[in-house]
């Protein structure tokens, strides 16, 4: 009897110590255009199944040994009427021990599920990420995620003028906040206050129009903001960024280009690094067997874009030393994921040291922002003006 009274008890706390370890400690919804991404957080890793029901079109998600609290009771409430996919959350307990969640849907669509590593900031994570069921009709000029300025908005262009597009990437996003500033800015959100201010310069322009890569506060994978860019035909590929040091007083500005054979210096390897970890915070699905995803993170020898990039890269650092001190006098190199469209000139912008409290103050002004982005531009039309477009021309507008 004594043998049975153990047994028990050790079969209790291990149903307890179960429990305890499927603890969801934190949820969080991100709409986009292109998708929505609900993300919930625990201790332990969630052991979990899945289905989708039409008639109405829902997706339910089963969790086991996670029990009901503040942080799954949240969900719902984060959930907003514009969301693209969902028009409700429903949470409640199906059997015990196990846990429904139910997404009342839209439309038909095509989830994805999965579990991301372990990060200290997070913990455990588990993924749900909800894309449209055709996204391949979205394939044409208007890209989800992207802004593309209304015909009615842009001033006439003479017949067979060549229109330049230039593809604004905000670095960071959603889930992956970026370089937090010393007074608790988050790089994510400066990027994308100048991505659009950007955006307005350039579409203000005769013969350019911009399109952004990510327009609210969402993530978007590395590789998949490069196939964007491709697939809107984009002439420049411009990636935002804020920087950040372990000591406060480091400061200036910097402008990247890709390398071929490894980064020009010490801190220009460890950026490229710390950028192409974004996607472990971001949350990318690594079981993804798509070749051609394998392929566009491979490095490109691409010589000529890269020398491109370089004179692009030039040009931009050259306008923006005359607002903010230049971190680097010349342009450096690295293995950036984000700068390896094999056939587009790419850059990556650190505009400022967010991490330095003076710069932090400067990046979140928008006198300072204006003359930053307007600086930007001027440096794109600088580089054009001594290398203009010979390519047949992607797109024309008539008067």
């Given amino acids: 009897m004594h043998a049975l009274l153990k047994i028990f008890l050790l079969c209790c706390a291990l149903t307890s110590g179960l429990a305890q370890a499927a603890e969801l400690t934190a949820t969080r919804l991100w709409p986009s255009p292109d998708y929505t991404r609900i993300t919930l957080e625990a201790t332990q890793a969630v052991t979990y199944k899945y289905f989708t029901l039409s008639n109405p079109d829902r997706l339910v998600i089963d969790l086991d040994g996670v029990e009901t609290g503040a942080a799954l009771e949240s969900l719902a409430g984060q959930l907003t009427a514009d969301d693209p996919y969902i028009s409700a959350i429903r949470v409640g307990m199906h059997r015990p021990g196990v846990m429904r969640l139910v997404l009342d849907l839209k439309s038909a669509i095509k989830p994805s599920v999965f579990q991301l590593q372990p990060l200290e900031q997070y913990g455990h994570r588990l993924v749900v990420d909800i894309y449209p069921a055709q996204a391949a009709q979205a394939a044409n000029s208007s890209q989800p995620g992207m802004v593309v300025p209304a015909k009615a908005s842009r001033p006439a262009v003479p017949q067979y003028t060549r229109l330049i597009t230039v593809a604004i990437d905000a670095g960071h996003g959603g889930e992956d906040p970026g370089a937090v500033g010393a007074n608790g800015s988050h790089e994510k959100n400066v990027t994308l206050a100048l991505a659009k201010k950007l955006k307005q310069k350039i579409d203000a322009q005769e013969n350019m129009r911009a399109v952004l890569i990510r327009d609210g506060d969402y993530y978007v994978p590395l590789v998949q903001r490069v196939i964007k860019?491709?697939?809107?035909?984009?002439?420049?590929?411009?990636?935002?960024?804020?920087?950040?040091?372990?000591?406060?007083?480091?400061?200036?500005?910097?402008?990247?280009?890709?390398?071929?054979?490894?980064?020009?210096?010490?801190?220009?390897?460890?950026?490229?690094?710390?950028?192409?970890?974004?996607?472990l915070v971001g949350g990318v699905n690594v079981d993804v067997k798509d070749p051609f995803l394998k392929r566009t993170l491979i490095d490109l020898s691409q010589t000529a874009t890269i020398n491109d990039s370089l004179r692009l890269g030039y040009a931009v650092l050259q306008e923006?030393?005359?607002?903010?001190?230049?971190?680097?006098?010349?342009?450096?190199?690295?293995?950036?994921a984000v700068l390896k469209a094999p056939d587009i000139p790419s850059i990556l912008i650190e505009t400022a040291f967010i991490s330095n409290p003076e710069e932090e103050q400067r990046l979140n002004d928008p006198g300072y922002q204006d003359k930053l982005v307007s600086a930007i531009m001027n440096?794109?039309?600088s580089y054009f003006d001594k290398h203009p477009l010979t390519a047949p021309a992607r797109l024309t507008r008539n008067p």
Avoid: M
């Fill in 229 to 279: 860019a491709r697939a809107l035909k984009a002439d420049l590929f411009l990636s935002i960024h804020a920087d950040s040091f372990i000591k406060p007083h480091a400061r200036g500005s910097s402008v990247y280009a890709l390398s071929e054979n490894g980064a020009t210096s010490v801190a220009a390897r460890w950026l490229a690094k710390k950028e192409n970890d974004a996607d």
């Fill in 320 to 336: 923006i030393g005359g607002i903010n001190t230049l971190h680097k006098a010349q342009v450096e190199q690295a293995g950036f």
């Fill in 379 to 381: 440096g794109v039309k």
